[in-house]
């Protein structure tokens, strides 16, 4: 089992930024690769960013492409996303989710889930 926790989330007003934490607990974290996807109230769940389990690959949604970037720190059990640029579109509920071995940009990969935090970005 792999416990994640989400935070970072807040209110920002449009071209700001805010930085996400997921922290893993349990199973060696190092083991997993992790995503971030994000859901606005009645959309699907989407994905937004994945990095493999070195941190050597990464990949992003079009729509965050040049103003997110994810980074982890296996000896803290963290992985970050670091959001830049935000606009209102970006307003979602954001979800960290680890999978093993290999990233992927779908939700039916991954096996372990955060209970999410609230991203709002204001116009």
């Known amino acids: 089992q792999v416990q994640l926790v989400e935070s970072g989330g807040g209110l920002v007003q449009a071209g700001g930024s805010l930085r996400l934490s997921c922290a893993a607990s349990?199973?060696?974290?190092?083991?997993?690769?992790v995503g971030w996807f994000r859901q606005a109230p009645g959309k699907d769940r989407e994905f937004v960013a994945a990095?493999?389990?070195?941190?050597?690959?990464?990949s992003f949604a079009d729509s965050v492409k040049g103003r997110f970037t994810i980074s982890r720190d296996n000896a803290k059990n963290t992985v970050y996303l670091q959001m830049n640029s935000l606009k209102p579109d970006d307003t979602a509920v954001y979800y960290c989710?680890?999978?093993?071995?290999?990233?992927?940009?779908?939700?039916?990969?991954?096996?372990?889930w955060g209970q999410g935090t609230q991203v709002t970005v204001s116009s």
């Open positions: 989710a680890a999978t093993w071995p290999m990233p992927s940009s779908s939700t039916q990969a991954y096996n372990y």
């Open positions: 990095i493999s389990r070195t941190g050597g690959s990464t």
């Open positions: 349990g199973r060696t974290f190092s083991n997993y690769a």
